[in-house]
């Protein structure tokens, strides 16, 4: 089974300055890494993944992460945040040879202050 | 990206009486549905997999009696919570692939908020 810790509830910071959500994860076998985001009373979107490859992900919205796998992380960034970037923000895994059930971490509120 | 709708986007109800949630692929097949549910200020819980024209398999805790999902075809899916009480109150979300396996990205539904007095 998977697990995924997200280390911050929320994240306060000001507009501008650079920002890092963290994540790490368990899993016994190999796994794939998603970043979604969820503005209030709608659905996810997909950020970035990482599948196999380079380690540094570049994602939509100017957002990036990179993969860790000696620490098991898998860290978001964005090195100047908007207003519009406030939301949550959730990391998740899924197993390569599985069934795509995502397994998601609980969730960073990221607010972005003017 | 492919889109996912939902619906309705909220409901209230009595308790005891049922309610259907409809999630629907716009513009692509979905083979496979993922249903999961949130409650305020927490993750998305996995409850459910659907294939097309197969059975749903659900996780372990999730009432199969009590959340009853159809996947009747490649472009809807339909999650119905019979009996409901105010403990089921909560945001419930669809998500849908193309392929029944490999790395194929989730597309997720707006998402149905439904609150049972």
């Known amino acids: 089974a998977q697990s995924v810790t997200q280390l911050d509830s929320q994240v306060p910071v000001f507009e501008e300055a650079p920002v890092e959500l963290r994540c790490n994860y368990s899993?016994?076998?190999?796994?794939?890494l998603f970043w979604y985001v969820q503005y209030p009373n709608q659905g996810l979107q997909l950020l970035l993944k990482?599948?196999?490859?380079?380690?540094l992900v570049k994602g939509i919205n100017g957002f990036e992460a990179e993969f860790n796998k000696s620490q098991t992380s898998f860290h978001l960034r964005k090195p100047s945040v908007h207003i519009s970037d406030t939301a949550e923000y959730f990391c998740?895994?899924?197993?390569?040879?599985?069934?795509?059930?995502?397994?998601f971490g609980q969730g960073t509120r990221l607010t972005i202050n003017p | 990206g492919a889109v996912v709708s939902q619906h309705p986007s909220w409901v209230i109800c009595k308790s005891g009486t049922s309610v259907k949630i409809e999630c629907r692929s716009l513009?692509?097949?979905?083979?496979?549905m993922f249903w999961y549910r949130q409650f305020p200020k927490q993750s998305l819980m996995l409850m459910a997999t659907?294939?097309?024209?197969?059975?749903?398999?659900?996780e372990q805790g999730v009432e199969k009696d009590k959340f009853l999902i159809n996947h009747a075809s490649l472009t809807l899916s339909t999650l119905t919570v019979t009996s409901a009480h105010p403990e089921d109150s909560s945001f419930y979300i669809c998500s849908a692939t193309g392929t029944s396996g490999g790395t194929d990205e989730q597309f997720f539904g707006p998402g149905t908020r439904l609150t049972v007095l």
């Open positions: 990482y599948l196999s490859g380079s380690t």
């Open positions: 899993s016994s076998v190999s796994v794939y």
């Open positions: 998740a895994v899924s197993e390569v040879q599985g069934a795509q059930k995502l397994v």
């Open positions: 513009d692509f097949q979905a083979t496979t």
């Open positions: 659907s294939n097309e024209g197969s059975k749903a398999t659900y």
